[in-house]
């Protein structure tokens, strides 16, 4: 499809709320589970908007075997027990036959793997943990894993002169395997890890946690959180002067994405690669078309590609059970797609191989390239 067919299948998408599109008896229907309150309400936002767009694109390209793609969306509150109630509502009262999301780690884990108890399909399209590798035959990714992503920013902290590194993020799978992975391969490289901290989610203020860390005496400090957290994170850290020194984000639009322009001015960092090619800018444009702004973090793309695989695979396998997702979406990746975020191709174990990232900057108040 060319740049811009993309933009006008695109452009008239709006602002829903929990997404039912069209009635049941006349779609096929699939789910989502994502944070849309909580601290990382902000990136689930985002998520459920590139989730709709790749609904769009998929009705507006005659459907799955000729009926419309719909899409149910729950709430998980960033909350455990809610996603799983939220994914057992879809197993079992929707019956749809896969399920995309979470965001966090700690959350995508148990209800991917209660999804494959109930035979849905997983797709993961946010959670970075090593163990998403773990979730059987059913489980899908589409994102780089820690350990690729501490290997990318190791060598990049390293390449940019960073010696004696200290490290805070959120004590949970995700942030303990960045933490000490990170750790590993940087020291791997000749580089200190002088500090880390693991800190608890849901406080009001890390003011001890960032004291307790600068007496590493860094030369930069290596951080990673969800948004709401990050902000505060972010703002204490330079009511400390802790930001005289660089400061390196881990997955930079989550960190960023609620942190004031001016606190986050000249961070560096790294980032899931997006919005790659031709197709990722057209995706770009028609989704600042749609929804009036920007990007608000580079996982919208993820769940975009998502769901137009699926489609794509109820296509190709000529059915829409759980069975039919899973063997289409194999045969799929072994023709070759190319969505926004590049190349798409799993592996045995469903991982998709060969994950992008990119080193970026935020500089007047977007992130770009450095």
């Known amino acids: 499809m060319n740049k811009r067919n993309f933009l006008s299948l695109c452009a008239g998408a709006a602002l829903l709320g929990t997404l039912h599109i069209a009635a049941a008896q006349e779609t096929i229907r699939i789910g989502a589970v994502l944070p849309l309150t909580g601290p990382s309400a902000t990136i689930g936002e985002d998520m459920r908007r590139g989730l709709q767009l790749g609904v769009e694109r998929v009705n507006a390209n005659g459907g799955v075997m000729g009926k419309q793609l719909a899409l149910i969306v729950e709430d998980s509150a ?61 489980a899908f990714n589409l994102i780089g894993l820690e350990d690729a992503g501490n290997r990318f920013a190791a060598q990049d902290a390293y390449a940019m002169g960073f010696r004696n590194v200290a490290v805070i993020a959120p ?77 390196y984000a881990y997955i930079m639009s989550m960190s960023v994405s609620d942190t004031p322009a001016d606190i986050a001015e000249g961070q560096i960092g790294m980032e899931l690669g997006a919005s790659k090619g031709e197709l990722g800018q057209a995706y770009a444009q028609a989704y600042n078309t749609a929804f ?41 990746s072994e023709q070759g797609f190319t969505g926004v975020t590049g190349p798409i191709h799993f592996d045995a174990k469903g991982q998709r191989t060969d994950p992008p990232y990119d080193k970026l900057k935020l500089e007047n108040g977007k992130l770009i390239p450095r």
């Open 171 to 247: 004590n949970n799978a995700y942030g303990q395997g960045v933490s000490h992975g990170f750790k590993e391969d940087f020291e791997k490289l000749g580089g200190k890890v002088a500090g880390q901290i693991l800190y608890t989610g849901g406080q009001s203020s890390y003011r001890r946690e960032l004291q307790q860390l600068a007496r590493a005496k860094p030369d930069a400090y290596l951080y990673t959180s969800y948004g709401h957290e990050a902000a505060i994170i972010n703002r204490e850290a330079k009511e400390l002067g802790l930001r005289n020194q660089p400061w």
């Open 292 to 332: 009036k702004e920007g990007f608000a973090s580079v996982f919208n793309g993820y769940a975009y590609d998502g769901v137009v695989l699926i489609g794509a695979a109820m296509n190709q396998a000529a059915g829409s059970s759980a069975a039919d997702v899973q063997k289409g979406l194999k045969a799929v």
């Open 78 to 138: 960033n909350n455990p027990t809610t996603a799983l109630t939220a994914a057992r509502k879809l197993a079992t009262v929707d019956k749809v036959p896969v399920v995309l999301g979470e965001f966090s780690s700690s959350i995508t884990l148990p209800v991917a793997q209660y999804l494959g108890k109930e035979g849905v399909v997983h797709m993961n399209i946010a959670s970075s943990s090593t163990k998403v590798r773990e979730l059987g035959d059913s």
